[in-house]
């Protein structure tokens, strides 16, 4: 099994819907929870951390199931300018991160 | 300039030649990280370095690959003997002990 899994993608939506990102780990161990986000030929940057009792930020929602193993990402009235790959994240004991493969997101007009 | 800086932005070079690769992390960043990222693939973890501890080796993929970080700041990466299947976005991040990392913009090798 692989450490971080996501929705393979890709997501192909209009402006306006509203779209959830699925993702799995398998270290139960781990302790921190991230959503980043990788525009085409950028570098990957944080959009927000998951905490266990979820959080909100702005349009977008992150929610951590610990018992199973589960994080989440809504995104509500999604906007063209969302369109990128998200990337789930999960702290390594070692201090990396491991990084899912990333679903790509489109919104169209 | 207050982010990650990578160098150089993009390298060209001949199958079994050497290359080095250089990230000026955060200023204050304790902790340092090398990531490569092939076509089309997640983020693999390399290296990492905290403070004056033993690096994690862990995800080096060959005996080719080895870094250091001098002075606990600035890093650089060498890939000896390169191979085409180096090719690929190397991208380094810095963070505060295990807190949010933040990425450089990568160097992208192409190895011919």
């Known amino acids: 099994r692989k450490e971080v899994e996501q929705d393979p993608g890709p997501f192909n939506v209009p402006e306006g819907a509203t779209v959830a990102f699925n993702c799995t780990y398998s270290n139960s161990a781990s302790q921190s929870f991230f959503w980043y986000r990788q525009d085409c030929r950028k570098e990957p940057k944080l959009l927000m951390s998951?905490?266990?009792s979820g959080n909100e930020d702005g349009r977008f929602t992150a929610q951590l199931n610990r018992a199973s193993q589960y994080i989440s990402l809504l995104i509500r009235d999604s906007k063209l300018s969302d369109s990128a790959t998200y990337l789930c994240v999960v702290g390594g004991s070692q201090g990396n991160l491991i990084f899912g493969k990333g679903t790509k997101l489109s919104v169209k007009p | 300039g207050a982010g990650v800086s990578q160098s150089p932005s993009n390298k060209v070079t001949e199958k079994g030649k050497d290359v080095e690769l250089r990230c000026d992390p955060i200023s204050g960043h304790t902790a340092l990280y090398w990531y490569r990222q092939s076509l089309g693939q997640g983020l693999e973890f390399l290296i990492y370095f905290q403070g004056n501890s033993a690096p994690d080796k862990s995800g080096l993929p060959s005996d080719r690959f080895s870094a250091e970080r001098t002075g606990g700041s600035v890093s650089t990466l060498t890939i000896q003997r390169t191979q085409q299947e180096d090719s690929a976005v190397y991208l380094c991040?810095?963070?505060?002990?295990?807190?949010?990392?933040?990425f450089g913009a990568g160097t992208r090798l192409s190895v011919l």
């Open positions: 991040a810095s963070s505060l002990a295990k807190n949010i990392q933040y």
């Open positions: 998951v905490y266990s």
